[in-house]
């Protein structure tokens, strides 16, 4: 069976990393076209700089949980895919491997001149020099709003061969993941979501809880089958 798994902030919670939109998410202390835009950057990339070293030394400070660790259990195995939105690296740190980083990934740096993609160090800052082209325009390897999300074609093709498309603590409200629930029903794959609260969208199965126990669960009952 093709599985398509795709998760959101709603995956991280439990480990401490706030979501976006809930009600004490990060947007509320935040202004996302100040730090989660290339505008943003360009008029003031110290600031966006600190608000990701911040997310960064908040996830080197936290650890995956059940959900990550039963991930990691499907992730590798034929016929599953697991996309992120998340930028953090819990999956990897659970040992999941292969996972799509759609967003980017906040422990990687990414050079605006030339396209050098290297490990970012713990704080990153406007005038570090690209280790490839010395260019002084680094700046995280995430995806912002208003960029074009990573690996989509890989991602829609994984969509089409799928049998089952499963949603993890994600509100769909970002597109165009938040398009990937229809896009399989419509290509006839059945659908589950595992969130907290329902997110609202139309699935064939909605189970409630938090990841730490909905998703050990269901990952159990497809290696059981
Ligand atoms: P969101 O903040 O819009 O929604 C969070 C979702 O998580 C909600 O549906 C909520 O019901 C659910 N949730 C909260 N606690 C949960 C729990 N314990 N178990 C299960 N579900 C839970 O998040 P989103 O939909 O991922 O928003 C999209 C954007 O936010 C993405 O671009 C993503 O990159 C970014 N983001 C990433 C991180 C991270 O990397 N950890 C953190 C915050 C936001």
Redesign the pocket.
């Given at each position: 069976m093709n599985i398509v798994v795709l998760s959101?902030?709603?995956?991280?919670?439990?480990s401490g990393?706030?979501?976006?939109?809930?009600a004490d998410?990060?947007w509320t202390k935040y202004d996302l076209s100040q730090v989660a835009t290339p505008e943003g950057f360009a008029q003031n990339p110290a600031l966006v700089h600190d608000f990701y070293n911040a997310r960064r030394a908040n996830?080197v400070a936290a650890a995956p949980h059940a959900?990550h660790s039963a991930l990691a259990r499907l992730a590798g195995r034929a016929g599953i895919t697991l996309v992120t939105?998340?930028?953090?690296d819990?999956l990897e740190r659970a040992g999941a491997q292969g996972v799509i980083h759609m967003?980017g990934e906040?422990a990687r740096a990414l050079c605006n001149a030339c396209g050098h993609r290297w490990d970012a160090p713990a704080k990153m800052a406007p005038a570090d020099p690209c280790p490839a082209c010395a260019a002084q325009a680094t700046r995280p390897d995430v995806v912002w709003f208003g960029e074009i999300p990573y690996a989509m074609e890989v991602i829609e093709a994984r969509l089409a061969e799928c049998d089952l498309f499963v949603s993890?603590?994600?509100?769909?409200?970002?597109y165009p993941?938040a398009g990937f629930v229809a896009a399989a029903r419509q290509l006839g794959a059945r659908t589950l979501e595992?969130?907290?609260?329902a997110?609202g969208a139309i699935f064939d199965e909605v189970r409630v809880?938090?990841?730490?126990e909905?998703v050990p669960t269901w990952v159990d009952e497809v290696l059981a089958k």
């Open positions: 959101g902030a709603g995956l991280s919670a439990e990393l706030g979501t976006f939109r809930d998410g990060l996830m959900a939105q998340n930028i953090d819990l967003h906040l993890i603590g994600t509100s769909g409200e970002v993941a595992l969130n907290l609260e997110s809880g938090p990841a730490s909905v």
